[in-house]
């Protein structure tokens, strides 16, 4: 399908991240949106050129993800006509579709790829400027330890990191501008750092008891009838040593366990209706139970086997507690920065017609519109099919 496309690009969207976080040289310029930029923020814009480099990048990464699928790159809103002309001459089995049909791919793609993109540039700007008012400073040298730390971890020779630079579209000045704001943004999240207290640990231990545990479980053997008279039947034949298997398919009407000896394993206290429940979870081991009326019918049953509830101590149950903690903690900084960066900023970030996204001043959602029609699915375009 044609949607193959755009996964790509979205999975792509999603590793733009993962090898340092992105950054973007910003220019300074005079207010509102310069003739030659989509955004500008406070006065510092992101060129189109800049903008298009990143596009190029996103494209290239996408194509990463799906190899033989062709790099196509909108970048000329609202008319598309180059990424129709892309469409044409690298997708030769869409080269006849209309213009009109083209570009509704292109703007599709344009608009899932683009209002990502210019989140992560406008966001490297908004780390910058709330660093810059809190005083914070990253030095060039702390730059290049920590690039070179990352690039040690994840590249095992020059070679690698080259061809990572290649295949990425990539340039070694934009690595470092992403490393750089990754070393601004771990330094706002450390404002907001707090170290887990025993307290916390031991409010989350008695808040989760049901994580740091196992309920007793029961393998029971269970016959159901729809009449009394059939559940003292079965449980005549039971008493006198017939065996589950020829009560059960002679007697029950569960179809789930009629011809399986009436056996539900690993069942655990509420699972059952109430009735049985009740009589399962008190009744000793091996000791035929009922007729019992329930809400479904009579039921006779017999526990045969309980696994005893388990109970993991606070000591043993200590490490993953402090790791979840840390964890809600690192995404409550997170979020802190976010929203603070965004307050600070967003008024001040003014994008061209054409670039709004949510990041920008005065951004509307779109309105859904309620359809009929069946529903379409948002691809790029793609000359290839999947079964």
Not at 66 to 78: A, F, K, L, R, Y
Not at 183 to 199: D, E, F, G, M, P
Not at 317 to 332: P, S
Request: charged share 15%; glycine share 6%; net charge positive.
């Amino acid at each position: 399908m044609r949607s193959q496309y755009m996964k790509s690009v979205r999975k792509f969207i999603v590793a733009l991240g993962a090898f340092f976080v992105l950054a973007v040289a910003l220019s300074a310029c005079g207010g509102g949106v310069p003739g030659d930029a989509v955004v500008s923020m406070a006065g510092n814009s992101i060129s189109t050129q800049a903008f298009k480099h990143w596009m190029f990048v996103a494209a290239e990464g996408a194509a990463q993800q799906s190899p033989g699928q062709p790099i196509i790159v909108p970048t000329d809103p609202p008319a598309f006509n180059g990424c129709i002309a892309q469409v044409r001459k690298q997708i030769p089995s869409l080269a006849k579709r209309s213009s009109k049909e083209l570009k509704s791919d292109c703007s599709q793609l344009f608009s899932s790829l683009s209002s990502q993109v210019l989140d992560f540039l406008i966001r490297a700007y908004w780390y910058q400027a709330s660093a810059a008012k809190l005083g914070i400073k990253v030095t060039d040298a702390q730059v290049q330890k920590a690039f070179q730390a990352a690039k040690k971890a994840q590249f095992s020779t020059q070679t690698a990191f080259q061809q990572f630079l290649s295949q990425s579209g990539q340039t070694m000045q934009d690595i470092i501008f992403r490393v750089r704001v990754n070393q601004i943004y771990q330094k706002l999240l450390a404002r907001h750092h707090a170290n887990v207290t025993n307290a916390q640990i031991q409010t989350y231990y008695n808040n989760h008891q049901s994580q740091f545990g196992t309920p007793e479980a029961r393998d029971i053997r269970i016959i159901r009838t729809n009449k009394a008279s059939d559940a003292n039947a079965a449980k005549a034949a039971l008493s006198k040593g017939q065996s589950w298997d020829a009560v059960a398919k002679k007697y029950s009407v569960d179809n789930a366990t009629k011809n399986h000896g009436g056996l539900l394993k690993g069942v655990t206290k509420g699972q059952q209706e109430k009735t049985v429940d009740t009589t399962a979870f008190s009744a000793k081991l091996n000791k035929l139970q009922g007729p019992i009326h329930g809400q479904f019918g009579y039921y006779v049953l017999e526990v045969t086997k309980i696994k005893p509830a388990t109970h993991q101590s606070l000591a043993s149950a200590t490490a993953v507690i402090k790791q979840i903690l840390a964890g809600q903690q690192q995404t409550n900084a997170q979020s802190a920065v976010d929203n603070q960066a965004k307050k600070d900023w967003q008024k001040k970030t003014k994008c061209r017609s054409g670039y709004t996204m949510a990041d920008c001043a005065g951004y509307k959602a779109p309105k859904r519109t309620t359809s009929t029609a069946a529903p379409q699915t948002t691809t790029a375009p793609s000359s290839t099919s999947t079964p």
